[in-house]
């Protein structure tokens, strides 16, 4: 959904509460998006804009009968390039090959919102969005359009309520938030329901997020330059994983982070990511030793390791 957009008096359409494309709507769960990644990560995904890079796509798509991988490819590069009819039939190809793989049926469905001239939200992608629900319940592509369905049927207020469950789920600094929070504002002034304090409610009970980019808040001349983000095919790499793969991968980066750890002790922002990591993974024991192994390697910056652990809930 784009800036300053609105919706119509009376009613949603499909421009106002279309919220973003495939490659950053990924899953609320996904770990992997927000996790520290040491150095040596994977390289930047090529482009695939113009037609050269499509003829390329289709070329590995039509090749592979046993892979969505190819397929997923291709419809997303289609998808950029607001090819929804051609973006819609390479995803239904990648959900035939990988049909218990929700993202991909979450992102047919938006790709058939989007395509869709005359329905808001058509039977078809209605179908993808409960078909990936029925693989993730938290997968927040189908959470945001069956909340949108609610909208579309006049209950308003269960789509708001809906939308502020994900918004609540959706980790700080999601890709989607800021247009999730614009349509509940929307949405809430359009039909004069008061959505400002549920708003403030919702973001306050979030979790941290893993990390924020970079080292040098926390750690200042004692940052590791190797401390980074996430790339962008980090990020795609754990939007098209199922959620059991996406926590393999998140505690693989969390052992990577102990690991270098123990060569920098020093390096206090490394710490507190590994204390947010392990909050977030849903391991409040492993980040309690962490804070202790910190404070042990720093004692004099115990009290700002303790500070910034109180924070993340951990004392």
Sequence with gaps: MGQGETLPQGGS???????LGAALLLAAGSIGFNIYQGAG???????????GGIDALRAAAEASTDDAGPWGDLAFAYFNQGQYDDAAAAYRRAVAIAPDEAVLWSALGETLVLASKRDPLPPEALQAFEKALALDPEDPRGRYFLAAKKDLDK???????????LLA??????PWEADLVRTIEQVGQINKIDVAARIAKAQ???KA???APGSGAVAGDQASANLRGPTAADVAAAGAMKPSEQRTMAEGMVEQLETR????????????MLIRSRMTLGEPA?????????????????AQLREAAAGLGVT
């Design 286 to 302: 492993k980040a309690k030793a962490a804070l202790d192994a910190a404070v042990k390697a720093n004692p004099g910056s115990a």
């Design 155 to 165: 209950d308003h207020e269960g789509a708001i309520a809906a939308w502020l469950d």
């Design 13 to 19: 359409s499909k421009a106002g509460w279309v919220l």
């Design 169 to 174: 789920d959706s980790p700080q600094g999601a």
């Design 209 to 211: 997020p893993l990390i």
């Design 41 to 51: 990560g994977a390289t930047e995904p090529a482009a695939t804009g113009g037609e």
């Design 204 to 206: 306050g009970e979030r």
């Design 261 to 272: 750890l123990a060569k920098e002790p020093k390096n206090l922002d490394g710490w507190v």
